[in-house]
């Protein structure tokens, strides 16, 4: 039994970039790994394009007719999607080809099903999916508030490169930066950081910086100009080298409204990038406030601008926060304890199964 994992489309994102983690490292000596996707900038970091197939964005029946021939011909029993229509796709191709396909699920944000009927919802994932999988704790509490079986969900922390997010000792220098990577997007919330950089005039050796593309890019821009401050903020669009802007960085901020596990904290945290975050979402599972990063209970910009000066004045604590944050992602959330953590739950699966094959042949056993 092999496995195949799917999800929509290759653009840049959380789940399309834990989608490339799987394709570039999922090893096993009795599994072969396959992937279906639409194309998009991500597809670069594709590294076993013979055992990738191209998705339709946009045409259902082009999609199940693929995945259809991949199941067959590569005796797939485990089928791993990474957004709730790839779950849809698993759902149909299962009754239709009336196969033995284990579905699993990993959950990576907020969907409008679970929003708007959540009944429908619980249903779905208590009776058709085999695992699901949370990027947090936060997420698995949430489902299990929903009333989704708790035995089926696991929760495996999204993992950094260590290699490509190495650790970077700062440079002493100046102005002294302070940024934001993130989807502009009113979620994100990068308004706020405006705000508290407004909240830094009086620092003349500060300097903000806003990372990233979005719906809201425009009216980010024109904030800055309704502020008067872009001698004080720049934006320098989408990032396609996340680790450089990380290592340039002397603090990151994350000032989202609603999280589940934001990777731009663990990847600030590998870098050696302290952070001053919002606690939303699963964050509080990596950052521990005032030991290796500060959490901040509410959008306050006297609080987090106090915060930026603590930081940027305090060596010692400064430097306490990046040893910390280093050795959380070093021991809790490695790219190589995703993967082993993933494939460990693939094996209980197939295990499984060839248990039953196992008992079904005895019981047939002729005497």
Known sequence: MNVLVVTD????GGAENYFCKLENELSHPEIDFYYAAAEGELCVNLQNKKKFSNLSRKNHLHNLWVLKRIIRENSIGIYHANSLRMVFYGLVLKWFMKERLHIFYTKHNVTQLEKYLPLVFRKILN????????VSDFEKFQLIDLAIDSRKIKTI????DLQQFAFQRKKNQIPKKVGILARISKEKNQGFFLEVAEACLHHPDLIFYIAGDGPDYQSIQQ??????IEDKVQMIGAVHTPERFLKDMDVLLVTSHREVFPMVVLESMAVGTPI?????GGINEAI??????YLLQEHSKREFSCKIEELLSNDLKRLQFIKEARKKVETAFSLQKMIQLTLNEYLLVLNEKKGNTTSDKKMHKPF
């Open 288 to 293: 521990e406030n005032d030991k290796n990063g």
């Open 276 to 280: 001053i975050s919002i606690n939303r």
């Open 223 to 228: 904030q800055i100009i309704k502020l008067g």
């Open 127 to 134: 009776r058709f999916i085999k695992r699901i999988i949370t």
């Open 9 to 12: 489309k290759l653009d840049m």
């Open 157 to 160: 922390y999204n993992g950094v």
